[in-house]
């Protein structure tokens, strides 16, 4: 009997040890009341779905005539539905033939280029035989939607490569182009992206200037993985409209690098435009970066602060001690995911995980260019099991729009404007 | 006395693991109705991922058929998402004419594969015979 207590009592005790080893704990911050601002429900929608237009989870949103447009991150489609009832009226697939217009370019494939590959389009592709790539039916996606007289939609396009006179030595290689519809979606111009310094990349967001220049942020996986380099990791690129590359305007932050991160988990950067200057955000940094003059400011009053985890990776080369560190998206509570324009003024939305125990929540945050906090208000992550899954803000109408998902029910928009 | 309890408390853990990550195995063994003299493969997917993910595992397969170490087998692509619905999206993306499972994210785990497991083989019983990362 003896035994089967004391077998009791150390079960208990390893339990008890292996939750106290669980030491990691990011900061937390009191939040200042004052800048909150509540949000009102306006409406509630239904988003449509059907077994041709099935939303996984959502890359980007815009609105325009109401239409509401949503790029679908699992299949790479734009789907559009009426804003109000939320029917569907039509699926874009980012189609094949797309890539053709990278061969036309005369910029080589990545990291081939000191190699003999060259891109091919579908035809030569076909005429040569060459195989494996058919098996797969769609690989190119829209990433980020921007609609003003037209659509723009930025893209990975994924193209075919041959090594020369050697045809089943092929690869598919990415690129990032912007592919522009008029608005009955009828193809008027795809420019893809020259990727000189880019390796494998993959499209994230851009900013069309009125000058019809881009500012594109791509990753680059290749210096990263294959060349072992984490210093200088460039991501963000400037072009002309033809889409030849004019300069590498910034790199990753350096907490990023020396934490070892890199471009590791969630490679969410994003940009908005406030009159003619740029603003760009990384997920943990937790600061906006003006990108002409570099000019930085951090967010405040959030629940958490990510400092702890950078300065932990830093000491430990990059390595997480799960003993210490049961779950490692805990070591950075706050991601900050989109920016948005407002007026004068930027808006960021920043998700905070706060723990197992408790639920997430998202932050929008509205500050001034100077990185003044003028407002702010909270959004639940998750109501009766619709989970939130992304925030549009639409400058023409001044309103916010959350979009959740309820693995049973389906998709809901909830339009809210601050009260 | 003591050592006896402990082994018998280990004994039963493991049994309890086992059990579990069979019981698993046997509602995909269902799920495509594998007979007594097939094989089960099981790629793990995701949905929009690079078409590497997918390219990869399926040139292995070739590969172990060609060189004869699979015959008559069954395949499974195990995709992580978080409704059945969105296995249409794989479905189209692949022309995916082969067996699907929603995965909610566990599937690695109750099968005894790692994290970076992208295509694991099986025996009727169970008997993991090849596992790739």
Known sequence: ?419 | MGIRIYILFFFLITLNLYSSNNTYFNTLKKNVDLKRNEQLIIIYQDIGSCVKCYLQPMDQIAKLAKDGKIKNFKLLALVRCDRDLELNIYKKQHNWTNYLYRDDGNGRKRLGASEITYLTVFEYDGKKIYEME
Request: glycine share 4%; hydrophobic share 35%; with cysteine.
């Open chain 1, 1 to 419: 009997m003896k035994n089967i207590y004391f077998l009791i009592i150390s079960f208990f005790y390893l339990t008890f040890i292996s939750y106290c080893a669980d030491k990691f704990e990011p900061d937390e911050i009191k939040i200042d009341n004052s800048y909150e601002k509540r949000f009102k429900i306006i409406s509630k929608i239904s988003i449509q779905e059907n077994e041709n237009a099935v939303l996984k989870s959502i890359a980007d949103v815009d609105i325009s005539d109401n239409k509401l447009y949503v790029l679908d991150y699992g299949s790479g489609n734009l789907t559009i539905y009426n804003i109000n009832s939320g029917k569907l009226i039509n699926i874009l697939k980012p189609e094949i033939n797309l890539s053709d217009s990278v061969c036309v370019k005369s910029f080589s494939p990545y990291f081939m280029n000191t190699l003999d590959y060259n891109y091919i389009d579908i035809k030569v592709r076909n005429h040569k035989r060459i195989i494996p790539l058919d098996r797969v039916k769609e690989m190119n996606q829209f990433n980020r939607i921007l609609i003003d007289e037209n659509i723009y939609l930025l893209s990975t396009l994924r193209t075919y490569c041959y090594k020369k006179n050697k045809a089943n030595d092929s690869l598919i290689a990415n690129t990032a182009g912007l592919v522009e519809y008029d608005k009955n979606l009828n193809l008027l111009s795809v420019i893809p992206f020259a990727n000189s310094y880019k390796g494998c990349p993959i499209a994230f967001d851009f900013i069309k200037t009125d000058n019809d220049e881009y500012y594109v942020v791509t990753s680059d996986n290749i210096r990263q993985y294959y060349q072992n380099k984490l210093d200088s990791l460039p991501i963000l690129g400037k072009y002309n409209n033809n889409g030849d590359f004019l300069k590498i305007t910034n790199f990753l932050d350096d907490k990023l690098t020396k934490s070892y991160i890199g471009y590791g988990i969630d490679y969410q950067i994003s940009l908005t435009k406030v009159d003619n200057d740029i603003f760009i955000a990384t997920p943990y940094t937790s600061n906006i970066v003006n990108v002409a003059n570099k000019n930085t400011f951090n967010l405040i009053n959030l629940p958490f602060s990510n400092d702890k985890g950078f300065e932990y990776l830093e000491n430990n080369d990059g390595n997480i001690d799960t003993s210490e560190v049961k779950n490692k998206y805990l070591l950075f509570p706050v991601r900050t995911y989109r920016l948005f324009t407002r007026a004068n003024s930027i808006i960021a939305i920043s998700h905070i995980l706060f723990s197992k125990q408790k639920k997430g929540v998202d932050f929008v945050q509205e500050y001034s260019i100077d990185g003044t906090l003028i407002q702010q208000g909270q959004v639940e992550g998750n109501i009766n099991n619709a989970v939130l899954q992304f925030i549009h803000y639409n400058k023409n109408d001044d309103l916010f729009y959350f979009f959740r998902k309820d693995n049973s029910k389906g998709w809901t928009m909830e339009v809210a404007k601050w009260e």
